[in-house]
């Protein structure tokens, strides 16, 4: 029973705090749901997720920024749209050219094109957005401080909402039909219907891949990072201060503890091939890049960022990037780092020499605390001011 399964599998701390399973009790559907009926293909040219897909490998085939690049504000139409003073609550998605933001109250759809018209279409929602959104099946999933939100992607209109929170941007993901969300109740949503089974525990972040899933937690009961194969079952787990989520690529998973160390451990065992301590970097909040056979970690609030060596964790390259709290965004054959306090900066991938680099002073950005790229481009997310840019 597929459904089954894959409710079994959703949000494996469960077994951190005690035996894995359900509850048992399904939601009510609330009255006026409607099902998402959409073919679930891939949206083009997109960000459809925090990391850029459910592995949060931070992968993407856009072409960063010219050098003579302009910045946008991505909030002055929709400030313009009598919506009052807005600010970016959490990171957007972008697919096909139209970024979703979530903004002060609810939601705002904006063509990247005509960023300045205003928004296509602004959703009103009656809880806040705790977690940057999912874009699949032709609908916008939107995890809130008590519900999990169904959008159509194109009009807004709601599907259906489902009893189900996330608290960090990478807390929800998608996988086949199931829709997971980590939270203080983590729960298991049928992509199509919002039907929702509750699951005991709590995990922090997400990362998915066709076999399992990766969860992180970090509290004063249990700290670590903990495996599930999709029918429930604990697989592995290793003990640790673990607090950005993993990022998962064929058959291994990377993760940096808060002390600035690095593993690589294997997907279906939970053997650590390696682990190094990282000089320059700490306190890793955002989570890693990986492709290829290279591993890009950012200096979190140390000095250093680093590319390693996927399959040994030797250091290829280092580069004084300064406090770097986003995840890092890679390309064909470049990296990005969002430099906090000074500005967005490209390398090339194999030598880490610099390519270009857009001062945060010139360009009158707020701190720079994550990239989402677009087409020849990026929105910068502003985090302590809560602005959002479009460098392109």
Known sequence: MPFRRALLSAIGTTASVGTAGCVGRIRRKLRGDTPIEDPCNAPTGSWPTAGGDSGRTGQTDTAPPAPDATAVDLLAGVRGNDRGQQHASNPPVVADGIAYIPVTGGLVAVDLNTPTDGPSWSRDLDVGITAAPVLACGAIFIPGTDHLTALNSTSGERYWRADAVG?????????????????????????????????????????????????????????GIFAYDLNGEERWRVSGEFVGSAS???GTVWVADYQGTAYAIDARTGEVYWSHSLPGVNKIDAGLA???????VPA???????ALDAATGEIRWAVDTGIVTGRPVVGDNWV????????????????????????RAEYHLGTIDGLVPVKDGFMIWEGSSSGLSLLR
């Open 167 to 223: 608290f960090s941007d990478t807390s929800a993901a998608v996988l086949d039909n199931s829709i997971y969300v980590a939270g203080f109740s983590p729960a298991a949503v049928d992509i199509r219907t919002g039907t929702v089974q509750w699951l005991e525990g709590a995990g922090e972040t997400l990362a998915l891949d066709d076999d399992g899933i990766y969860t992180t937690r970090s509290d004063s009961q249990v700290s």
């Open 248 to 250: 998962v690529l064929d």
């Open 290 to 296: 990986v492709a290829g056979d290279e591993v890009f």
């Open 300 to 306: 979190g609030t140390g000095t250093t960022s680093v």
């Open 336 to 359: 990005a780092f969002g430099r906090t306090n000074d500005g967005v900066s490209v390398y090339d991938r194999t030598t880490g020499e610099e390519r270009i680099s857009w001062s």
